[in-house]
């Protein structure tokens, strides 16, 4: 028995660099492609290990800048071979270029009925069709501010996956009705919830399995862990600017080592734990009762001192 590994990438423009007032050009700079470690990067360290990833774009800022920057993104992704699947922030519906972040919409997903979060995913899905993607079949909300409305919404527009469920992040925004230690894939609302990996960094504190978040050892362990328990599955999230410091102005050497130590640790296990798209539509087990790592005192210890110099080191601006 295989465990498939959903290796996601969130890929979007940061709303931090629009509320600096910086021109559309250097937004896309610093969010996607940031001091040279952004999509370019990833998508070339992927193509090296012949892993599979999913890059969830999401298209609203068009609404603002036009079509040409979703359109060089989802190119990128698809030229590479790579997979493109919908992610959306609904803030920038009420925005405003050059504003300075002074106009926005709501920035959870779950403030909104259930028809208008369908209106919002069916519009954003368009815009992402209009620049290039395929139709998209899976879902994460940006945030993860999803609720069991948004898992009808996709389900009546045709989605088949969504991967919003976090159980770090619950039950706020992450709102979909299920437990927060919920990791194995489950059929519902009419759609297979794919929830993000977890593993437990404190008895009874949940960490999700991201690249800013959990150490190379942490994940190396997490991935053990969920090979001798024969997991359903296992989904790891990163954003497109999560391997430069939050100014996009340099690499953030200890998350870019994350990187590539779980390209490298992916490739290596293979066997075990193939790289998965959503539209390879996985035959995995559903509703099972797969359980987080267990939380370890020295790996926390060693992640804890690594991110204390990542904090004042790496994430120092140039």
């Given at each position: 028995?295989?465990?498939?590994?959903?290796?996601t990438?969130d890929?979007?423009?940061?709303?931090r660099h629009?509320?600096?007032?910086?021109d559309?050009?250097?937004?896309?700079e610093?969010?996607l492609?940031?001091a040279?470690?952004?999509?370019?990067?990833?998508l070339d360290?992927?193509?090296?290990?012949?892993?599979k990833?999913?890059?969830?774009v999401?298209p609203?800022?068009?609404?603002?800048f036009g079509?040409?920057p979703?359109k060089?993104?989802?190119g990128a992704?698809?030229?590479?071979?790579?997979?493109?699947?919908?992610h959306?922030?609904?803030n920038w519906?009420?925005?405003?270029a050059?504003?300075?972040?002074?106009?926005y919409g709501?920035f959870?997903?779950?403030?909104f009925?259930q028809?208008?979060?369908?209106?919002l995913?069916?519009?954003a899905a368009e815009?992402?069709?209009?620049?290039g993607?395929?139709?998209?079949?899976?879902?994460?909300?940006?945030?993860?501010?999803?609720?069991?409305d948004?898992?009808?919404?996709?389900?009546?527009?045709?989605?088949?996956y969504d991967?919003?469920?976090?159980?770090?992040?619950?039950?706020?925004?992450s709102a979909?009705?299920?437990?927060a230690r919920?990791?194995?894939p489950v059929k519902?609302?009419g759609l297979?919830?794919?929830?993000?990996?977890?593993?437990?960094d404190?008895?009874?504190a949940?960490r999700?399995?991201?690249?800013?978040?959990l150490?190379?050892?942490?994940?190396?362990?997490?991935l053990?862990?969920?090979?001798?328990?024969?997991?359903?599955?296992?989904?790891?999230?990163?954003h497109s600017?999560?391997?430069a410091?939050?100014?996009?102005?340099?690499?953030?050497?200890?998350?870019?080592?994350?990187?590539?130590?779980?390209?490298?640790?992916?490739?290596?296990?293979?066997?075990?734990?193939?790289t998965?798209?959503?539209?390879?539509?996985p035959?995995?087990?559903?509703?099972?009762?797969?359980?987080?790592l267990?939380?370890?005192?020295?790996?926390?210890?060693?992640?804890?001192?690594?991110?204390?110099?990542s904090?004042?080191?790496?994430e120092?601006?140039?």
């Open positions: 028995m295989t465990t498939p590994v959903f290796l990438v890929t979007e423009l940061a709303w629009h509320a600096a007032s910086l559309v050009e250097t937004i896309f610093r969010s492609e940031p040279g470690v952004g999509l370019a990067y990833q360290v992927l193509a090296r290990h012949q892993l990833a999913c890059f969830f999401d609203l800022p068009a609404l603002l079509l040409d979703m060089r993104i989802v992704v698809v030229e590479a071979g790579q997979e493109v699947q919908l959306l922030h609904p519906t009420g925005a405003a050059g504003d300075g972040g002074k106009t709501r959870e997903l779950i403030d009925p028809d208008q979060q369908r209106d995913i069916s519009g815009l992402l069709i209009a620049a993607a395929p139709r998209p079949i899976a879902f994460r909300a940006g945030s993860y501010s999803a609720n069991d948004t898992l009808r919404a996709l389900a009546s527009l045709g989605f088949a991967s919003s469920h976090n159980g770090a992040e619950h039950p706020w925004p979909i009705g299920l437990p919920q990791i194995a519902r609302e297979i919830e794919v929830p993000v990996t977890l593993i437990e404190r008895p009874g949940l999700n399995f991201q690249i800013c978040a150490s190379a050892g942490e994940m190396a362990a997490a053990d862990h969920a090979v001798a328990e024969k997991h359903a599955a296992v989904t790891i999230v990163s600017f999560e391997l410091n939050r100014s996009g102005t340099r690499p953030n050497g200890v998350h870019v080592r994350r990187f590539d130590a779980l390209c490298g640790m992916l490739a290596e296990r293979r066997a075990d734990l193939p998965m798209h959503f539209g390879d539509r035959d995995f087990a559903l509703d099972r009762a797969d359980a987080p267990g939380p370890n005192s020295l790996r926390t210890s060693w992640r804890r001192a690594e991110q204390l110099w904090n004042m080191v790496e120092r601006a140039a």
